[in-house]
């Protein structure tokens, strides 16, 4: 299984390879390349999901509360696993905020977790 | 929260709206206009991850043990929070593919999961 190159990558490997691009544009920063530190993360959701997140990435507790929350091991550092599992859940998020604004949750409240 | 519009959503926003568009794409096209019936989710696999999954999306009983595993809440159809879990498990094992390229796993076995 390997990626294929962008040019023929259909719309979801392109956005598969986007979401891996990101986490090692970040990742490699400092310290072991293939996993965000605090800093590292720090600078990726405030330059990544700033609109998302707005004032919260900036500020020191609530970065330290989503590395708290994704750091599922432990190990001070967040893996590429636990970064997917965050986009997910924001993805979600933002589908369930574009079936609000279609009516659509209200006429099926069990269309979403 | 909105998908900022793709002008000026960054990497990440735009990894997030393709996973968006690209479910919606194929959710629309018969039955439940926001869940993948198994017609769509055949569809899907072998349009979106045709270069993943081979010959696998086109065979039926694939696409039977893939809905299956896919559908957690067992009512026949997938549901944009089960894509999202599937498209984030291929994105971690081409995420594992392209460091075993890099022969990191080999020298950080813990890498992966």
């Known amino acids: 299984m390997s990626l294929?190159?962008?040019e023929n990558a259909t719309t979801l490997e392109n956005a598969m390879?986007?979401?891996?691009?990101t986490f090692?544009?970040?990742?490699?920063?400092?310290g072991d390349k293939y996993t965000l530190s605090k800093v590292e993360l720090k600078e990726m959701l405030t330059k990544e999901l700033g609109?998302?997140?707005?004032r919260r990435c900036k500020c020191r507790l609530s970065v330290e509360k989503i590395m708290g929350d994704l750091d599922s091991n432990n190990d001070g550092e967040v893996d590429f696993t636990e970064f997917i599992i965050l986009v997910g859940a924001l993805t979600v998020a933002c589908n369930d905020f574009f079936?609000?604004?279609?009516?659509v949750?209200?006429?099926?409240?069990?269309?979403?977790?």
Do not use: A, C, F, V
């Open 99 to 103: 079936l609000d604004g279609l009516n």
């Open 24 to 30: 090692h544009k970040y990742s490699g920063n400092e």
């Open 17 to 21: 390879q986007l979401m891996i691009q």
């Open 4 to 6: 294929p190159n962008s």
């Open 105 to 113: 949750r209200s006429e099926h409240p069990w269309k979403t977790r």
């Open 51 to 54: 609109s998302y997140l707005g």
